[in-house]
């Protein structure tokens, strides 16, 4: 099977700091991977490795094939195009329309006709299960989980390879993030993308995932399927999945 993101022995130090130890794990193709941690852990790093914002101090990161820190600035770019990034907190652009937001990419990088780009939009708002009714209001008109969905579909506006999802559901109440949850998990089936997850939220992390990674303070302390990391005798894991385990008996995992 493909590997889509391969990190080996990766550290990354910032003011002296090491912020990442050794991290060492990959994402194949077509997988759903969530990387659970308690703030600070370091989940937001990883990404900002994956897309080439940051490079690491020590260690490989390979996208797609490609060794992320030393491919040249258009390569980049082109990975970049292949990767679909669910921002936290949606990050949509407030001043403008749900169309525009969802075609972000194509405003600003291509010229083309309006109608074409509007069409474009519906498509992917459609994928998330909204309809032309959104296409002209502004974000301040949707609700926290119609927001997400905006911007889950901006993201999958460049047909991306890999979505990675920062906190798709934080701010969510617990049935919103659910529908969240099950979309992760559609749009999965119906593009055969691979879906990269960085989340607190424990529930999401155990029941939509193929693997997940538990991180600490920069180091990997648990990395499989939920079934075996939820065995995982490691006091500090236990301590992790503890809460949850009862409501994930209740949904039979
Ligand atoms: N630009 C930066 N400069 C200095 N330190 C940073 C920077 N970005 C992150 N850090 C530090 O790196 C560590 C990991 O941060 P990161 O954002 O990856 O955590 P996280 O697991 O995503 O947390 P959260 O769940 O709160 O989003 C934190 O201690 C943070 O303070
Ligand atoms: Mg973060």
């Known amino acids: ?88 907190e949606g990050a949509l652009f407030d001043s403008y329309k749900v169309w525009e937001n969802v075609v972000f990419y194509y405003l600003e990088k291509e010229n083309r006709p309006k109608d074409e780009l509007m069409d474009l939009a519906l498509e992917k708002l459609r994928m998330v299960n909204l309809d032309e009714r959104v296409l002209d209001l502004y974000p301040s008109d949707l609700s926290g989980g119609m927001r997400k969905r905006v911007a889950i579909a901006r993201a999958l506006a460049t047909e991306p390879k890999l979505v990675i999802y920062d906190e798709p559901t934080s701010g969510l109440d617990p049935i919103t993030s659910r529908r969240i949850d099950e979309l992760v998990v559609e749009l999965r089936g119906k593009t055969g993308s691979t879906a990269l997850i960085v989340t607190h939220d424990m529930i999401s992390a155990f029941t939509i995932s193929d693997r997940v990674l538990v991180i600490r303070e920069g180091k990997i ?3 499989g399927k939920p079934e075996e990391v939820i065995k995982n005798p490691d006091p500090y894991i236990q301590s992790f999945v503890g809460d949850i385990k009862d409501c994930l008996k209740t949904l039979h995992i």
């Open 1 to 88: 099977m493909n590997r889509t993101v391969v990190l080996e022995h990766v550290y990354k130090e910032i003011n002296g700091r090491e912020i990442l130890k050794d991290i060492t794990f990959d994402v194949k193709e077509g997988e759903i991977f969530s990387i659970i941690g308690r703030s600070g852990s370091g989940k937001t790093s990883i990404t900002k490795l994956i897309v080439g914002l940051w490079k690491p101090t020590k260690g490989k990161v390979v996208v797609f094939g490609k060794e992320i820190p030393k491919i040249s600035k258009t390569e980049l770019e082109e990975v970049r195009k292949q990767i679909g990034y669910v921002f936290q």
């Open 221 to 223: 302390r648990a990395i």
